[in-house]
T-cell receptor, first 114, second 113 residues
Framework: AQKITQTQPGMFVQEKEAVTLDCTYD???????LFWYKQPSSGEMIFLIY??????QNATEGRYSLNFQKARKSANLVISASQLGDSAMYFCAMSQSGNTPLVFGKGTRLSVIA | ETGVTQTPRHLVMGMTNKKSLKCEQH?????MYWYKQSAKKPLELMFV???????ENNSVPSRFSPECPNSSHLFLHLHTLQPEDSALYLC????????????FGPGTRLTVT
């Protein structure tokens, strides 16, 4: 069975600093995808970044980058130059090949302080 | 409108009421989802529809009844709910339902009294 673990229920970061949100996953499928979503207080989930298991390079999208360490089965999200608007819940998710939809972790609440 | 919309945004209902949540996606996707998000639990996948057929039902109580009349619309019919069903209900859509990012609606905040 696939599983996503986010060990940090809450994180604080100073504005303009970088922050890393941890995510580890467990799967025996060689083909999988890893996703990060942001959920502000408004409730909607916003897709941030995707990493495929066969991608050779770490994914980057603007201030977001994914530190993908396949051997350690970790897919940490790095947010550079944090902004107050980055305060939200962040969810890591994984999908596998075959007929399986996304599985989400429990989330990490990030608070950016001025 | 663009993206994924959900109505109503907030709903308060008694345990004997019948209500429906509506989701509409304007992205041309062919898969749609219902999730439940409670305060102290991870996001729970409830139902998945792919090409208008239900492909997953995660042991959801029968008081929740989904309906997908076409690839753009998804409903969640509610009847005789319990207070523990109070949660944020999120709808999402994607192109294919494996290996693709999902786009979420703003959610319906449901309170059962």
């Amino acid at each position: 069975a696939q599983k996503i673990t986010q060990t940090q229920p809450g994180m604080f970061v100073q504005e303009k600093e970088a922050v890393t949100l941890d995510c580890t996953y467990d799967t025996s499928d060689p083909s999988y995808g890893l996703f990060w979503y942001k959920q502000p207080s408004s409730g909607e989930m916003i897709f941030l970044i995707y990493q495929g298991s066969y991608d050779q390079q770490n994914a980057t999208e603007g201030r977001y980058s994914l530190n993908f360490q396949k051997a350690r089965k970790s897919a940490n999200l790095v947010i550079s130059a944090s902004q107050l608007g980055d305060s939200a819940m962040y969810f890591c998710a994984m999908s596998q090949s075959g007929n399986t939809p996304l599985v989400f972790g429990k989330g990490t609440r990030l608070s950016v302080i001025a | 409108e663009t993206g994924v919309t959900q109505t109503p945004r907030h709903l308060v209902m008694g345990m004997t009421n019948k209500k429906s949540l509506k989701c509409e996606q304007h992205l041309g996707h062919n898969a749609m989802y219902w999730y439940k998000q409670s305060a102290k639990k991870p996001l729970e996948l409830m139902f998945v529809y792919s090409l208008e057929e239900r492909v997953e039902n995660n042991s959801v109580p029968s008081r929740f009844s989904p309906e997908c009349p076409n690839s753009s619309h998804l409903f969640l019919h509610l009847h005789t709910l319990q207070p523990e069903d109070s949660a944020l209900y999120l709808c999402a859509s994607s192109q294919g339902f494996t290996g693709h990012e999902q786009y979420f609606g703003p959610g319906t905040r449901l309170t059962v009294t």
